[in-house]
């Protein structure tokens, strides 16, 4: 039996999306057929103490609070980096510089030239790297681009995305290091995923005309007082898409009731697609073919035709999970890196959904339409 190579990991930050990236690598290891095997090797964390606790039971060997050491450290081939977005350029040119390649969770920076600087660097060091967008390997918004793609739905009209979630909706929670002008505020934070899924079933976005609205306007700094926010709690946008069609997004963090409604909506002449991330192993499908009287949408469930679903499961509507989505952003990433192939969503499509996200700011703050570069 031929020994696969180690490919040993180094984690910054260990909480929700940390423990997402390790789950995505133990998984992946099991459930495809990768070139390496991945190792959880080094967790860097905000103190040793913290560190050591969630290298303990997350499964790494070792653990820092100085993530530079780590970074630095020969043995280390990837550097995870899921720590507050306003560290994420440090962190990821640091890494590049050490010959590293870099998975690095969505916003890549706050900045547009921040994020140019980000996908630059890595290019010009031939490293490979990739942006947390693991929504779009959900099986069903690969098949509902190749519905699209294949005529369909007909002539594309129309695209509404909606992220909402409400894990800022109460006023008396603290201000965080997403209230912070560095972290983003909602759009970054959730509308980054909605630009993400329109572009990947649509195509390029050309012109945006926002609207970026802070409905909570201080929060408690958690030692007594109280601190401004700036950033926004909701924001909404109307694209015109290179195509012809046109749509709208909202991404709002204080959407009471809401865990995870990353839903979207696509019209064309001949049929419609409706998908919800509540759901996320249906998607929906109108067909003005089908017969008068028997119109509708009709539920398409997510199973083994729908690769690489079967990998997980080989039953149709027992359902995959978001750590399996997880999973194959890691797999995928992991055959770019092995066998030299193009990112899945590197550093530079980080970049082009922050020039989308800068320039709905910029929209909403000149109350006009901007064009977007391409």
Same mark, same amino acid.
């Given at each position: 039996?031929?020994?696969k190579?180690?490919?040993?990991?180094?984690?910054?930050?260990s909480?929700?999306?940390?423990?997402?990236?390790?789950?995505?690598?133990?998984?992946?290891?099991?459930?495809?057929?990768?070139?390496?095997?991945?190792?959880?090797?080094?967790?860097?964390?905000?103190?040793?103490?913290?560190?050591?606790?969630?290298?303990?039971?997350?499964?790494?060997?070792?653990?820092?609070?100085?993530?530079?050491?780590?970074?630095?450290?020969?043995?280390?081939?990837?550097?995870?980096?899921?720590?507050?977005?306003?560290?994420?350029?440090?962190?990821?040119?640091?890494?590049?510089?050490?010959?590293?390649?870099?998975?690095?969770?969505?916003?890549? *920076?706050?900045?547009? #030239?921040?994020? /140019?600087? %980000?996908?630059?660097a890595? =290019?010009?060091? $031939?490293? @490979?790297?990739?942006?947390?967008?693991?929504?779009?390997?959900?099986p069903?918004?690969?098949?509902?681009?190749?519905?699209?793609?294949?005529?369909?739905?007909?002539?594309?009209?129309?695209?509404?995305?909606?992220?909402a979630?409400?894990?800022?909706?109460?006023?008396?929670?603290?201000?965080?290091?997403?209230?912070?002008?560095?972290?983003?505020?909602?759009?970054?934070?959730?509308?980054?995923?909605?630009l993400?899924?329109?572009?990947?079933?649509?195509?390029?976005?050309?012109e945006?005309?926002?609207?970026?609205?802070?409905?909570?306007?201080?929060?408690?700094?958690?030692?007594?007082?109280?601190?401004?926010?700036?950033?926004?709690?909701?924001?909404?946008?109307?694209?015109?898409?290179?195509?012809?069609?046109?749509?709208s997004?909202? *991404?709002?963090?204080? #959407?009471?009731? /809401?865990? %995870?409604?990353?839903?979207? =909506?696509?019209? $064309?002449? @001949?049929?419609?697609?409706?998908?919800?991330?509540?759901?996320?192993?249906?998607?929906?499908?109108?067909?003005?073919?089908?017969?008068?009287?028997?119109?509708?949408?009709?539920?398409?469930?997510?199973?083994?035709?729908?690769?690489?679903?079967?990998?997980?499961?080989?039953?149709?509507?027992?359902?995959?999970?978001?750590?399996?989505?997880?999973?194959?952003?890691?797999?995928?990433?992991?055959?770019?890196?092995?066998?030299?192939?193009?990112?899945?969503?590197?550093?530079?499509?980080?970049?082009?959904?922050?020039?989308?996200?800068?320039?709905?700011?910029?929209?909403?703050?000149?109350?006009?339409?901007?064009?977007?570069?391409?």
């Amino acid at each position: 039996m031929t020994t696969k190579p180690d490919f040993n990991v180094g984690l910054i930050g260990s909480g929700f999306m940390g423990k997402a990236h390790t789950f995505g690598y133990a998984s992946a290891a099991k459930v495809f057929d990768l070139a390496v095997n991945p190792v959880l090797h080094t967790l860097a964390d905000i103190s040793d103490a913290a560190a050591s606790k969630a290298a303990s039971a997350l499964g790494f060997a070792h653990a820092t609070s100085d993530w530079r050491k780590m970074v630095d450290d020969p043995a280390i081939h990837v550097v995870n980096i899921t720590a507050p977005n306003a560290l994420h350029k440090d962190m990821a040119l640091a890494a590049i510089a050490a010959g590293k390649h870099v998975y690095c969770e969505k916003p890549l *920076a706050p900045l547009v #030239a921040d994020a /140019r600087e %980000m996908a630059e660097a890595a =290019e010009a060091a $031939g490293v @490979k790297t990739q942006v947390g967008f693991n929504y779009l390997c959900n099986p069903m918004l690969k098949l509902a681009r190749e519905m699209i793609e294949a005529g369909e739905l007909g002539e594309i009209r129309g695209f509404r995305g909606l992220h909402a979630e409400d894990y800022m909706a109460d006023a008396t929670g603290p201000y965080t290091f997403r209230h912070d002008p560095a972290g983003g505020g909602a759009l970054a934070d959730l509308g980054s995923h909605v630009l993400a899924t329109a572009e990947y079933l649509l195509g390029p976005v050309t012109e945006v005309m926002g609207d970026c609205v802070t409905m909570i306007p201080e929060r408690p700094d958690g030692y007594g007082g109280v601190k401004a926010v700036t950033v926004d709690d909701v924001a909404r946008a109307f694209l015109r898409f290179a195509s012809g069609a046109n749509g709208s997004l909202e *991404a709002n963090w204080i #959407a009471t009731g /809401r865990k %995870m409604q990353h839903d979207f =909506e696509v019209w $064309g002449s @001949k049929g419609a697609l409706t998908f919800s991330q509540e759901r996320f192993n249906e998607l929906h499908f109108f067909d003005t073919r089908d017969a008068k009287g028997r119109q509708g949408f009709r539920r398409i469930e997510a199973g083994p035709d729908h690769a690489p679903y079967g990998r997980f499961c080989v039953a149709a509507g027992h359902q995959i999970g978001f750590n399996d989505l997880k999973a194959i952003e890691v797999a995928r990433f992991l055959e770019a890196i092995t066998s030299g192939a193009p990112e899945p969503y590197g550093f530079r499509a980080g970049l082009r959904i922050q020039m989308l996200v800068e320039a709905i700011h910029q929209s909403s703050s000149e109350r006009a339409w901007r064009s977007v570069p391409d």
